[in-house]
């Protein structure tokens, strides 16, 4: 029973590229969150996604961040023309259905902006 | 806007010994919190949740308590192991959060010694 599958693990990029990490949730969860992780911090809330819906993205920068959760295949977390203040641990967790259950997370993508 | 918080960012035990990690939260009307534990270099793991409802759970090794009054959770573990080294972060569903998603504290570090 695997569980949330997160790819890459760890993913370079020069500054102005692009960077495109991907989430397979739990099977049979059909939400899925991103948060991101500074070093020595917590994690921070970025979108929640339900299959073809961005349902919150109140944590996503308004710029050149993007995110899809579409109805075949992983959700995407998408930074465009990313700059070293991108640089961070990106963790993807899923949900079933039910309020009030844990989420389950991934071992994270770990972006290194140079 | 309101987030949990922790008491102490580092916590050093003697292997064997009990270990008590603590979490202040702010909103009163939260109803679901999580207890996680996150190694280096891995994603966040559930260790035991409680609901606003108890006072009290248990699980192996762990307690969790739940202090209404005073806003406070903690995390009890008993007979503290070299493997419990990690960081631990409490998170909790805040009333208006969508779906599953969680608010963070910053977590706080257990070292046991041997």
């Known amino acids: 029973n695997a569980g949330v599958m997160q790819n890459p693990r760890h993913l370079v990029r020069r500054r102005g590229q692009e960077a495109r990490l991907r989430c397979s949730p739990m099977k049979g969860h059909s939400h899925v969150y991103w948060y991101r992780q500074l070093p020595e911090e917590g994690l921070k809330f970025m979108v929640y996604?339900?299959?073809?819906?961005?349902?919150?993205e109140s944590g996503m920068p308004k710029e050149r961040f993007s995110a899809e959760f579409p109805k075949e295949g992983p959700s995407i977390l998408r930074i465009q023309q990313v700059v070293r203040g991108d640089s961070a641990a990106y963790f993807c967790?899923?949900?079933?259905?039910?309020?009030?259950?844990?989420?389950?997370f991934g071992n994270g993508t770990r972006l290194t902006v140079t | 806007g309101e987030s949990v918080g922790l008491h102490l960012p580092t916590l050093s035990v003697q292997e064997g010994d009990n270990s008590i990690i603590n979490c202040a939260y702010s909103?009163?009307?939260?109803?679901?919190f999580i207890w996680y534990k996150q190694e280096s270099g891995k994603g966040p793991q559930f260790i035991i949740d409680?609901?606003?409802?108890?006072d009290k759970r248990q699980g192996q090794r762990v307690t969790v308590l739940l202090n209404k009054t005073v806003k406070h959770l903690s995390l009890q573990i008993a007979a503290t192991q070299p493997g419990d080294s990690a960081v631990y972060f409490c998170?909790?569903?805040?009333?208006?959060?969508?779906?599953?998603?969680?608010?963070f504290g910053g977590g706080t570090r257990l070292m046991v010694k041997p």
């Open positions: 409680i609901r606003s409802n108890m």
């Open positions: 967790a899923s949900s079933p259905l039910e309020t009030g259950s844990p989420l389950h």
């Open positions: 998170a909790e569903n805040l009333p208006n959060n969508a779906g599953n998603m969680l608010t």
């Open positions: 909103n009163s009307a939260s109803d679901y």
């Open positions: 996604l339900q299959k073809e819906n961005i349902i919150d």
